[in-house]
C-alpha cells in the first residue's frame, strides 16, 4: 500500500481549541490537523494528554470552543462521513450482530435492499459472516471488536476514528485484529485515524504518527512512517521509528 502524500485532505481541523469547565487550562488550543483521503494517521500520547478528546471533536461528537473541522467530501444522506470505533465495541446486547450493524444505517436513507448488501459486504469484510445471528455475548473479544468495525464501516465513512480499539484485548488477538484492520483499510480505501498509547502498534500499522504532548497539547512529533507493507513486527526499521516515537513522548 503506498502512502498518499499527493491525496486530497478528507478532514481538516483548524485551530481547535476545547477544555473541561473544571480545568484551569484547555487541552487542545489552537491545534490544527489534516488526514488525506485513505491515509493511515496514528495519534499517540500520554493518559490524559487529549487522544479522546480530539478524537471527539474531529468525529463531530463534540464542538470545539474555537476553531472548525472542516469534513472535504460531499454530505450525502445515504452515509456518514465520519464513524467512530471505541474501545469496548459497544454493541448492544439486546441485538443481534446483524442488527448492530444495522443500526448506524436506521438514522439513513438507504433502501432494504441495499441496507443489507452493505451489511453482508462489512460483515464478509470483517471476517464475521458466520457469527451474523448471534447476540454480544456469544462473541469473543476480538469478534466483538471486529463488530464494531463492521458496524462503523457500514455507513460508508471517508474516515474510520478508531479510540484505542484493541487495548481490551489479550496480546495475541491484538496482533490479529492489527492484521485484520490493515487489511480492511486496504479493500477499503477509507482513511484512518488510529488513537493508541502503544508505540509498537502505531509504527507497526501507520503511514504517519503524530505524538502528542503537554497541555495543552501540542504535536511533539510528527512522523512519516516510510516503511513497505506488509511490515515485519520486530523489524530493525520498525524498532527505530518506535524509538524515535518513544523518545518524543
Ligand atoms: N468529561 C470530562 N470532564 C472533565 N475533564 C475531562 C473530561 N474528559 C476528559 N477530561 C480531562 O481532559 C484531559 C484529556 O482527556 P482525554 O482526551 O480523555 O485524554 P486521553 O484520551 O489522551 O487519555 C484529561 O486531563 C482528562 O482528565
Ligand atoms: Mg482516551
Do not use: C
Not at 445515504?78 to 469496548?88: E, L, N, P
Not at 492484521?179 to 509504527?203: C, M, N, P, Q, Y
Not at 500499522?205 to 511533539?220: C, E, M, N, T, Y
Amino acid at each position: 500500500m503506498a502512502t498518499q502524500l499527493n491525496a486530497a485532505p478528507v478532514i481538516e481541523a483548524r485551530g481547535i481549541t476545547i477544555g473541561y469547565p473544571d480545568a484551569p487550562r484547555p487541552v487542545l488550543e489552537g491545534f490544527d490537523l489534516s488526514v488525506r483521503a485513505g491515509e493511515f494517521v496514528a495519534i499517540v500520547g500520554g493518559s490524559g494528554v487529549g487522544k479522546s478528546t480530539l478524537l471527539r471533536v474531529v468525529g463531530g461528537l463534540v464542538a470545539p470552543e474555537r476553531g472548525s473541522v472542516a469534513v472535504t467530501t460531499p454530505e450525502a444522506k445515504d452515509r456518514r462521513r465520519r464513524s467512530i470505533v471505541f474501545q469496548d465495541g459497544r454493541l448492544m446486547p439486546w441485538r443481534t450482530l446483524r442488527a448492530n450493524v444495522a443500526y448506524g444505517l436506521e438514522g439513513l436513507k438507504v433502501a432494504a435492499a441495499e441496507r443489507d448488501r452493505r451489511i453482508d459486504e462489512v460483515l464478509r469484510l470483517t471476517g464475521l459472516e458466520a457469527m451474523a445471528d448471534r447476540y454480544p455475548h456469544q462473541l469473543s473479544g476480538g469478534q466483538v471488536q471486529r463488530g464494531g468495525i463492521a458496524r462503523a464501516l457500514a455507513v460508508n465513512p471517508d474516515i474510520l476514528l478508531m479510540d484505542e480499539p484493541f487495548s481490551a484485548v489479550d496480546a495475541l488477538t491484538r496482533e490479529s485484529l492489527q492484521d485484520e484492520v490493515l487489511r480492511i483499510w486496504g479493500e477499503s480505501g477509507k482513511a484512518v485515524l488510529f488513537v493508541t498509547h502503544d508505540i509498537a502498534e502505531a509504527a507497526f500499522l501507520a503511514d504517519r504518527v503524530i505524538v502528542l504532548s503537554g497541555r495543552p497539547a501540542g504535536i511533539a512529533l510528527d512522523r512519516q512512517i516510510d516503511l513497505p507493507r506488509p511490515r515485519a513486527r520486530g523489524s530493525a526499521e520498525l524498532a527505530a521509528h518506535a524509538a524515535e516515537i518513544g523518545a518524543a513522548l
